[in-house]
């Protein structure tokens, strides 16, 4: 069994997995003031909260968007794991060709969603993820990474305007009944789920017409399941899909892995 963590600007994923099986995930704020010793304690008593003995995990691996904390969770997760856990970073193996301007510069959340979507799913593929950001990731049919989109995320979206006007109000995320909304909430609301469904499918069919095929279209993050269902395009939703890259690519850099 590994330990998996995937830190991101608002949450940090706490995943264990053995056999490439999803046997945990949890969540946790995303805190840069916290230190090593606060998130050990944490990850450890998410982990025997959740009946998971650390003696039994054989090693981690970490993803982040976030640089100033990987050398705290790193260290977190060695105390935990007794050996230091693995970073996605450039050099690391995954077996994903990037096609792309500045490798170095790719997130690592999306290599890892790309890796684990090209294991998992008919190429070529549409990753959309929608989290703080809202990131779409393009592998084809040779299953290369072509490269994708970065949008704000719902919520930031939805802070932003409650934040920078004087008359909307922040507001719950929960779906309206209509598009057309009769008061000022549904009409935000509208324009949350049902214009970033909009985007969603408009995005999907437009990277279509580029790639010259119909994609497979996956969608993942904390924000999906609210999104999936006002969308029109036929969309697989895996919420473990990085969790499950994350796996993949830790078995790809043990020793005697097939490079």
Same mark, same amino acid.
């Given at each position: 069994m590994i330990l998996a963590m995937d830190a991101g600007n608002s949450n940090i994923v706490l995943g264990c997995l053995e056999g490439g099986r999803v046997v945990l995930t949890a969540r946790a704020a995303t805190d840069r003031q916290r230190t090593e010793d606060e998130y050990a304690v944490l990850f450890r008593s998410i982990l025997q909260m959740n009946g998971i003995n650390p003696s039994a995990l054989e090693g981690g691996i970490l #993803? #982040?968007?976030?640089?100033?904390?990987?050398?705290?969770?790193?260290?977190?997760?060695?105390?935990?794991?007794?050996?230091?856990?693995?970073?996605?970073?450039?050099?690391?193996?995954?077996?994903?060709?990037?096609?792309?301007?500045?490798?170095?510069?790719?997130? #690592?959340?999306?290599?890892?969603?790309?890796?684990?979507?090209?294991?998992?799913?008919?190429?070529?593929?549409?990753?959309?993820?929608?989290?703080?950001?809202?990131?779409? #990731?393009?592998v084809d049919k040779e299953g290369a990474f072509r490269g994708g989109v970065i949008c704000a995320g719902v919520r930031i979206s939805q802070e932003a305007l409650a934040a920078q006007t004087s008359q909307l109000p922040a507001i719950s995320l929960d779906p309206p009944r209509r598009a057309i909304g009769r008061n000022?909430?549904?009409?935000?609301?509208?324009?949350?789920?049902?214009?970033?469904?909009?985007?969603?499918?408009?995005?999907?069919?437009?990277i279509e017409r580029e790639l010259g095929e119909p994609a497979t279209v996956i969608m993942t993050g904390g924000m999906g399941k609210r999104i999936l269902p006002a969308c029109r395009k036929k969309i697989r939703y895996d919420g473990d899909l990085l969790l499950k890259g994350l796996w993949l690519i830790y078995q790809k850099n043990q020793e005697g892995a097939a490079v």
């Amino acid at each position: 069994m590994i330990l998996a963590m995937d830190a991101g600007n608002s949450n940090i994923v706490l995943g264990c997995l053995e056999g490439g099986r999803v046997v945990l995930t949890a969540r946790a704020a995303t805190d840069r003031q916290r230190t090593e010793d606060e998130y050990a304690v944490l990850f450890r008593s998410i982990l025997q909260m959740n009946g998971i003995n650390p003696s039994a995990l054989e090693g981690g691996i970490l #993803s #982040s968007v976030v640089p100033p904390l990987n050398r705290t969770l790193l260290q977190a997760g060695e105390r935990i794991i007794g050996k230091r856990p693995l970073l996605v970073e450039p050099g690391i193996r995954t077996g994903l060709p990037l096609l792309v301007d500045n490798p170095a510069a790719l997130g #690592s959340d999306r290599i890892v969603d790309a890796v684990a979507a090209s294991a998992l799913y008919p190429k070529p593929l549409i990753i959309f993820d929608l989290g703080t950001c809202t990131t779409v #990731s393009v592998v084809d049919k040779e299953g290369a990474f072509r490269g994708g989109v970065i949008c704000a995320g719902v919520r930031i979206s939805q802070e932003a305007l409650a934040a920078q006007t004087s008359q909307l109000p922040a507001i719950s995320l929960d779906p309206p009944r209509r598009a057309i909304g009769r008061n000022t909430i549904d009409c935000m609301k509208s324009g949350a789920i049902y214009g970033t469904a909009a985007l969603v499918d408009g995005l999907a069919e437009r990277i279509e017409r580029e790639l010259g095929e119909p994609a497979t279209v996956i969608m993942t993050g904390g924000m999906g399941k609210r999104i999936l269902p006002a969308c029109r395009k036929k969309i697989r939703y895996d919420g473990d899909l990085l969790l499950k890259g994350l796996w993949l690519i830790y078995q790809k850099n043990q020793e005697g892995a097939a490079v």
